[in-house]
């Protein structure tokens, strides 16, 4: 945390300094609907469910090589590249994407 010190100065300790935080934020008439449209969420989230699970393979597969996997499926299932902006939580509908002695520009 980049303003760990303002903490430590209060007698807050690094393990201890998210439950402050927590504790002294205060009462708003905001609910978590106001930061997060869940409905839309949830609409995308069944829209791109069966890319999310292709992806999901790499890890619950436990890959050995998985670079070398993740392109096998890139090249197998081209559509989960749609999914890309919205795991990196990114809103450009083109992203560049750095190869080794390339760039690419992907658009989604």
Do not use: C
Request: glycine share 4%; no cysteine.
């Amino acid at each position: 945390m980049q303003k760990l010190n303002y903490y430590i100065h209060k007698g807050i300790y690094r393990e201890n300094v998210f439950s402050y935080f927590i504790s002294t934020l205060r009462p708003s008439i905001q609910e978590w609907d106001y930061f997060v449209n869940w409905e839309d969420a949830s609409q995308k989230h069944h829209a791109i469910k069966s890319e999310l699970n292709i992806l999901n393979s790499l890890v619950l597969g436990r890959a050995e090589n998985v670079e070398k996997d993740f392109i096998k499926l890139i090249k197998k299932y081209p559509k989960i590249i749609k999914v890309f902006p919205l795991l990196l939580a990114v809103r450009e509908d083109k992203l560049k994407i750095l190869l080794p002695q390339r760039g690419s520009l992907y658009g989604f």
